[in-house]
Nanobody
Framework: QVQLVQSGGGLVQAGGSLRLSCAAS????????MGWYRQAPGKERELVAT???????NYADSVKGRFTISRDNAKNTVYLQMNRVKSEDTAVYYC?????????WGQGTQVTVSS
């Protein structure tokens, strides 16, 4: 059973940086895009950023210019570099591998930004 394993979350001060990683434990075929989503307490899960296998990226307006998504197709890994974080970035972050077939989701990792 292939799983997505996330790492890199934690506590960071406002204005600081954090890098999230998400790696597949095995081979996953037919990946169309990889992405990061987040869910803050009392709110619905929302898109943060996506990247296609060709490298095209898309960002939520709230993170444009601060966050960068990247991927290593050979390693089936996606990253999220978070810079100049704000308190409103506090949430549980999930990675997703969108594919032709069922999607894969990571287990979620908590990011807490202290002011």
């Amino acid at each position: 059973q292939v799983q997505l394993v996330q790492s890199g979350g934690g506590l960071v001060q406002a204005g600081g940086s954090l890098r999230l990683s998400c790696a597949a434990s095995g081979s996953i075929v037919n990946i169309v895009a990889m992405g990061w989503y987040r869910q803050a307490p009392g709110k619905e899960r929302e898109l943060v950023a996506t990247i296609t296998r060709g490298g095209s990226t898309n960002y939520a307006d709230s993170v444009k210019g601060r966050f960068t998504i990247s991927r290593d197709n050979a390693k089936n890994t996606v990253y999220l570099q978070m810079n100049r974080v704000k308190s409103e970035d506090t949430a549980v972050y999930y990675c997703k591998f969108g594919r032709i077939g069922p999607d894969y989701w990571g287990q979620g990792t908590q990011v807490t930004v202290s002011s």
